[in-house]
């Protein structure tokens, strides 16, 4: 689950960098609310459109502001200050908590650390043949989406390993001197890389069935208009060119596009 709170510019600035290992809050209904294991958006206060994520690491609840500050001060505090009770009085004086609420609630400690985004990267092939292409029509998942085969890579393939293996697992058909045809940059909540290839070569007989869907062959000038993932769909027009393509584009938590470049090379 993720939440959402302000930090000043100094605090902001100090996760940015990897300084900041603790953010203390008063332990009101909301912040009871995090568990280990969520993610936590700060927002610094004075730019409130930049933002940072970061993973709860651990929690702890203390009854006070001075034992919360004495259990981490060597590593959290001692060098911007001269002692706890000086450290407890900066908090009170900066406006960082509100002493009768502390009082009331006491404080909760998450230890954080900045977020690491995953980052995926898969190939795909468009096998091309009497003006047909060969598409995977999903039926267990993705709502009856079609792509081309293809999949994530296994540890120590390159890019040219993982879609001849990923195709054969696929289709039963192996590829025969695929072509790498463009690269596609993706971010949502992850990232990633796809590696799109064509073929018009291949050996094999095609399977029967698939555990991903069903295969078909698709006519070129029905490629756009099929349903596809919206990224693919904006780079079908680029998969038969003579050049290079590159694409990036950022995407919604439905996959469906909000911004895009593509250029060719």
């Not at 009497?130 to 995977?136: A, T």
Request: hydrophobic share 35%; aromatic share 12%.
């Amino acid at each position: 689950m993720k939440h959402i709170m302000k930090v000043n510019d100094n605090a902001f600035e100090r996760m940015k960098n990897g300084l900041k290992k603790r953010e203390y809050r008063v332990n009101d209904d909301k912040r009871q609310q995090v568990r280990v294991g969520d993610i936590i958006e700060f927002h610094k206060i004075t730019h409130p459109e930049e933002k940072i994520l970061m993973d709860v690491k651990s929690i702890k609840c203390f009854k006070s502001l001075k034992d919360a500050i004495s259990a981490h001060f060597e590593e959290d505090f001692s060098d911007r200050h001269n002692d706890i009770e000086s450290t407890v009085k900066s908090f009170y004086q900066n406006g960082y908590c509100n002493e009768e609420e502390i009082i009331k609630n006491g404080i909760i400690v998450f230890e954080i650390k900045k977020h690491r985004i995953a980052h995926l990267d898969t190939t795909a092939c468009y096998l091309k043949k009497d003006n047909k292409v060969l598409m995977i029509k999903f039926t267990k998942k993705w709502g009856q989406v079609y792509a081309p085969p293809g999949g994530k890579f296994e540890e120590g393939e390159s890019p040219l390993d993982c879609i001849i293996r990923e195709y054969y697992e696929e289709t039963g058909l192996t590829l025969i001197n695929p072509k790498l045809q463009g690269i596609s940059y993706w971010k949502d909540s992850a990232e990633g890389i796809i590696f799109v290839y064509t073929a018009d070569d291949y050996k094999g007989d095609l399977l029967s069935t698939s555990e991903e869907g069903v295969l078909e062959w698709i006519k070129f000038e029905d490629l756009e208009k099929i349903k596809q993932f919206d990224q693919n769909q904006k780079f079908t027009p680029y998969l038969f060119k003579d050049e290079l393509f590159e694409g990036k584009f950022l995407l919604d938590n439905k996959c469906k596009v909000l911004e895009y470049h593509i250029r060719t090379m």
